[in-house]
């Protein structure tokens, strides 16, 4: 019912820049806060950013705090994921994911009931 798509990811040298594209379909995308996740090959799944569906309150992992800008589109129901002065360590598979109505633990991955199939990121020394 409810899809989500993520796009963007590539590889780039340490310092660089993405942008990541979440597409939703299904459901009515306003009514709910949106999460950026990922994951790297043996660890578990990392929270990255959240932001919340109307009043648009980000929230960041300590990681990517300051090099990472999440934002959102209603009208066209997109969540963006701006990342800059990339590192190695952020490599993994980057997911979108929509949380659980009234669920505002938006930093674990339970709270969320909806993800997309994931895109990669590569940063390389």
């Known amino acids: 019912q409810v899809q989500l798509v993520e796009s963007g990811g590539g590889s780039v040298q340490a310092g660089g820049s993405l942008r990541l594209s979440c597409v939703a379909s299904?459901?009515?995308?306003?009514?709910?806060?949106m999460g950026w996740f990922r994951q790297a090959p043996g660890k578990e799944r990392e929270f990255v950013a959240y932001?919340?569906?109307?009043?648009?309150?980000?929230y960041y992992g300590d990681s990517v705090k300051g090099r990472f800008s999440v934002s959102r589109d209603n009208a066209r129901n997109t969540m963006d994921l701006q990342m800059n002065g990339l590192r190695p360590e952020d490599t993994a598979v980057y997911y979108c994911?929509?949380?659980?109505?009234?669920?505002?633990?938006?930093?674990?991955?339970?709270?969320?009931?909806?993800w997309g199939q994931g895109t990669q990121v590569t940063v390389s020394s």
């Open positions: 932001i919340s569906n109307l009043s648009r309150r980000a």
């Open positions: 994911a929509r949380v659980a109505a009234g669920d505002r633990t938006y930093s674990s991955a339970g709270s969320y009931n909806y």
């Open positions: 299904g459901g009515t995308f306003s009514n709910y806060g």
